[in-house]
């Protein structure tokens, strides 16, 4: 064909549109899901007053599925607002406040938590021994904050509980953005502790049918390459949610509540997998934090099942009597504040739970077989957890220091 044919036809068909009134052709949602959502974003500023220097790290959250220690759940996204940008050329003694805008885009509609904290340089403040920043988010073990990092979060101004944030549509049915969201980050919120990290002394091998099992935990100091982890002690103390001074009783046992918490979770099955994938828990293959959409279902005490994946996790404490030992004044009444140990008792009954719903806890039948992560949850949302990327099979890929106690699982016959 040739040009002025070609040029022909291209003004015939723009003058069909112009007759045509101009409509707009009709757009037909593709069946690809990843390009048929209504997304929006969420922005705002983080607002510091702190001596603590370094990143602001933001991290998202679904409501329904809050950090630790409210809940388990994993961020959904996370931004991070460098330091230079933040603070600037500060005095180092200022508290401020600092200011810098934060976003969150492609956010799908929902309700969702802010929290994060600064990942501060304590080598700036002259602390000693002092640490750099050395939040790495791809790994479990440098995804948290240490002693010294800075908390933060979004709250509602007047009563400072967490503010949920709620990406939905107008009036008008258009999806809105969620704008002029402050994370507030304070000196009042410091990180009094270094992550709860411990290594394992006991057999891996649980039989259910013999009955209870106990593992001791011990602690663990990493600080070599770009781990820095652990103290010489572990730290216990009372829950005491609502701040009355008591000690907690929320099961109504007769027994105060004790931090850390103690959590065991079935991992999946390792045949077949390979690398970090060796550290997925069951029914969560890309680690998200949210169950697979299909799964191992494990028959339930009445012997149903329900048709969805199980979250299983076993029934675990603290061995609690030295414990309470340690949180006893010479006077008989409870101590209340944190207090470090040497070392701690660990309980695993012979009894599994499908958590997949938190507030509805389901006994199953027997304890599934297979590989159980051990987990400490620490009163200040930290956590420490092994397996994880230290086992010296994941170690050497990762440019991570190799540390053979890190590679302890539970194991189910």
Request: with cysteine.
């Amino acid at each position: 064909m040739s040009l002025s044919a070609s040029k022909t036809l291209a003004g015939l068909a723009l003058a069909s549109v112009l007759a045509t009134g101009c409509e707009p052709p009709p757009v037909v949602p593709t069946a690809d899901q990843r390009q048929n959502q209504r997304l929006s974003r969420i922005e705002g500023q983080v607002v510091v007053q702190s001596r603590a220097r370094g990143n602001a790290i933001v991290l998202l959250y679904d409501a329904a599925r809050p950090p630790p220690p409210q809940g388990a759940g994993r961020p959904l996204s996370f931004t991070v607002i460098p330091a230079q940008k933040l603070f600037g050329p500060a005095d180092p003694a200022s508290s401020g406040p600092f200011t810098a805008p934060f976003s969150f885009s492609l956010v799908a509609p929902g309700r969702y938590l802010l929290r994060g904290f600064i990942d501060a340089d304590t080598c700036v403040t002259g602390a000693s021994p002092c640490h750099g920043p050395d939040f790495i988010p791809w790994y479990g073990i440098t995804g948290e904050p240490n002693a010294g990092d800075v908390g933060g979060a979004a709250v509602d101004p007047l009563t400072r509980v967490p503010r949920v944030v709620e990406v939905a549509a107008g009036a008008d049915g258009a999806l809105q953005a969620a704008t002029g969201v402050i994370v507030s980050f304070s000196d009042s919120s410091a990180i009094p502790l270094e992550r709860p990290a411990f290594r394992v002394e006991g057999g891996a091998r649980f039989d259910p049918a013999a009955g209870l099992k106990r593992l001791d935990l011990w602690p663990l100091q990493v600080r070599e390459g770009v781990v820095s982890a652990g103290a010489p002690a572990l730290v216990v103390r009372y829950v005491d949610d609502n701040g009355d001074g008591v000690p907690d009783d929320a099961n109504s046992d007769g027994q105060p509540d004790l931090w850390p918490r103690v959590l065991v979770r079935k991992l999946a099955d390792a045949e077949g997998l390979s690398g970090s994938q060796t550290l997925a828990d069951e029914n969560d293959l890309d680690r998200d934090g949210l169950l697979d959409a299909t799964g191992a279902d494990y028959l339930r005490t009445d012997g149903t099942l329900d048709g969805l994946p199980d979250q299983v996790v076993l029934a675990a404490g603290l061995v609690a009597d030295p414990v309470y030992a340690a949180l006893r004044k010479p006077d008989g009444t409870p101590r209340m504040e944190a207090v470090a140990v040497p070392s701690l008792g660990v309980y695993i009954q012979p009894h599994a739970f499908d958590v997949r719903d938190p507030s509805n806890r389901v006994m199953l039948k027997s304890v599934p077989p297979g590989r159980y992560a051990l987990t400490l949850v620490q009163f200040t949302g930290q956590t420490w957890r092994v397996p994880n990327e230290l086992s010296p099979s994941l170690a050497e890929e990762d440019g991570l220091p190799a540390v053979e106690s890190q590679s302890f699982v539970v194991e189910v016959p």
